[in-house]
């Protein structure tokens, strides 16, 4: 695309990452990142917030905080993570570590820590949340195939597995990672291994056996250097990292890359696109500074229920976008002096939706990333409201004291900790979580053709409303999209090639 004009629409993680891989592979003469709030890096945002006692400072995750160095997708970020420069930053926790082997269920009333044996998972304790479990699983592969072609994560789980492990296991699992309700998002999407398992094996337990017995598939580019290379494979084989000032210290050394290595790159923060319209040889960029830029192709990284407000009336692209909603979520970071404090050690806990409690999770920073603090100290990060929000926040709406006694009320009842923190920090993610509901795939592959009609393929979209909500699914969609503009040049890209091949 040489002579020509990339725009990027959002400046967090995917935004980023598309201008930084379309700049790396020389993709267009002139790149512009367009980013509407005052900051690039999206919900990744790292704090010091220094205690006025002691001076040492705590650090706080607003958003994610670990990345899983696993799988290919895994593998494209931590490549980013060498050619920035910052392997001395990354803490690295091993799979042996209490992080990683010590998970909790709040179930009755208790801690439920998940299996990490064989004899924990056949003799779990009586009313422990695992209780009965293998049993009902033995008659798993037993099970018909369903001929749906999608279903909610909770039908597909309860078909299977039964309702006990539906409601109390899997909907915990589900806040982890979307603040969502399990009833309501799509296996197809959210879990697709769980769905492949069922469609080519029959059974998933009769899929996870064979997988044992199968290569697994290639999980390295050729295009990484043997350094490269090298240090990803040192990673992962751990269970996690992140890194010493936590996740921001990526997506700051990105935005320092683009500004100091690429002077084709222009970063405009305060900036938004507020029209997207075709035009002979691309796409003319309205934005909100009064300036039109004519670009030879246009990559959406903002969510989706934003994006539709950008097109045209007509547009039969808005109501396939509007289609996948968002949640919003309540952090509160919580940071208490004395050290080892909790009444277990491990990762920290999710909450089902069976269970009446004001938080959906609760990381144990201090134990889960070991490394990170100045002084030896105990934090705590309490998520909230996600689906419930509004059950959690009530229709007088969200206040940050409310929100805080709310997150020390569960650390309480929970953890037994009643000591006032040295040191808090409150946010409020509006719309952070993208829900893939049932009939996802299917909406993309609408979208994907959609794309094609009104704006020929110079249009495309990556990041967290479409292939994954994960920091390395974002990464990766915006590797994946440059790297289909680099060999196409000039041809028709939307972003969502896979879900059609």
């Not at 246009?298 to 950008?310: A, E, G, N, W």
């Not at 993309?444 to 979209?461: P, W």
Request: net charge positive; glycine share 8%.
């Amino acid at each position: 695309m040489n002579n020509k004009h990339l725009v990027v629409l959002g400046g967090g993680v995917s935004g980023l990452s598309a201008a930084w891989f379309a700049a790396k592979s020389g993709l267009s003469s002139h790149i512009t990142l367009l980013e509407s709030s005052p900051h690039v890096g999206g919900w990744v945002q790292s704090q010091r917030n220094t205690d006025t006692h002691s001076h040492a400072s705590a650090l706080f995750e607003a958003g994610p905080r670990t990345l899983r160095p696993n799988g290919p997708q895994g593998a494209v970020t931590l490549d980013m993570v060498y050619r920035l420069g910052l392997e001395k930053d990354v803490i690295a926790v091993e799979k042996t570590s209490a992080a990683a082997k010590n998970r909790f269920i709040s179930f009755n009333g208790a801690l439920n820590k998940m299996p990490t044996s064989l004899a924990e998972a056949l003799f779990p304790k009586k009313g422990h949340v695992f209780r009965g479990v293998i049993a009902r699983g033995a008659l798993e592969p037993f099970i018909a195939k369903s001929t749906l072609d999608d279903e909610s994560i909770h039908d597909f789980v309860a078909r299977r597995f039964g309702t006990h492990v539906a409601d109390n296991m899997i909907s915990a699992l589900v806040h982890g990672i979307y603040a969502g309700d399990s009833r309501q998002l799509s296996v197809k999407s959210c879990f697709p291994f769980l769905w492949q398992a069922e469609k080519n094996d029959g059974s998933v337990v009769k899929s996870l056996l064979m997988s044992a017995f199968k290569n697994a598939p290639k999980e390295f580019s050729k295009d990484f250097s043997p350094k490269s290379l090298e240090f990803i494979k040192k990673i992962k084989s751990k269970s996690i990292y992140a890194f010493k000032d936590g996740l921001q210290t990526l997506t700051d050394a990105i935005s320092d890359d683009l500004k100091t290595n690429h002077p084709n790159v222009s970063l405009l923060t305060n900036t938004n696109a507020i029209k997207l319209s075709k035009s002979q040889n691309g796409v003319e960029v309205s934005t909100s500074c009064g300036k039109a830029i004519s670009a030879s192709h246009v990559i959406s990284t903002i969510p989706s229920f934003t994006l539709q407000h950008l097109l045209p009336e007509a547009s039969t692209i808005s109501p396939i976008l509007s289609k996948t909603p968002a949640v919003t979520v309540a952090v509160v970071n919580l940071a208490y002096k004395k050290p080892n404090i909790l009444p277990v050690t491990g990762f920290g806990y999710l909450v089902p939706r069976t269970q009446k409690s004001n938080v959906i999770g609760v990381i144990f920073d201090s134990e889960a990333v070991p490394g990170q603090d100045e002084v030896p100290m105990t934090r705590v990060t309490c998520m909230m409201g996600g689906h419930r929000f509004k059950e959690v926040f009530g229709e007088d709406g969200f206040s940050s004291e409310k929100c805080l006694e709310m997150a020390r009320d569960a650390i309480k009842k929970d953890l037994g900790i009643d000591a006032v923190p040295s040191n808090h920090c409150v946010h409020l993610h509006r719309d952070c979580i993208p829900q893939y509901t049932v009939g996802h795939e299917a909406r993309l592959k609408n979208l994907h053709h959609a794309l094609l009609s009104e704006f020929g393929g110079r249009l495309s979209v990556a990041g967290s409303s479409y292939l994954g909500v994960g920091v390395n699914d974002c990464v990766v969609s915006a590797k994946n999209v440059t790297a289909k503009l680099a060999e196409s040049l000039d041809s028709p890209v939307t972003g969502l090639e896979k879900v059609v091949s």
